[in-house]
């Protein structure tokens, strides 16, 4: 009998967070001036930190393959 292992996915799933209602407001501001929603802009601001903070990655989080770190 042959089974097949479907690929692990890298699925997003729902979060929470605490925010004032002004930095709500600024949130939902800024995904709105760049047509893109609260989760997308909180994503990206993530992202751009993170690759900010660690350029080569961390043992968590490698390069993606093809990318460049620093030297």
């Known amino acids: 009998m ?8 890298d699925r ?4 929470t967070f605490s925010a004032t209602e002004r930095d709500f407001g600024m949130l939902e501001a800024i995904a709105h001036y760049h047509g ?3 989760s997308a802009m909180i994503t990206g601001l993530i992202r751009k930190e993170f690759w900010r903070a660690f350029p080569n990655g961390t043992e968590a989080v490698p390069l993606d393959a093809g ?4 030297e």
């Not at 042959?2 to 996915?9: I, L």
Request: charged fraction near 30%.
């Open 12 to 15: 997003a799933r729902p979060r």
């Open 36 to 38: 893109i929603s609260k």
């Open 2 to 9: 042959q089974t097949t292992t479907e690929p692990t996915r």
């Open 67 to 70: 990318a460049k770190g620093t």
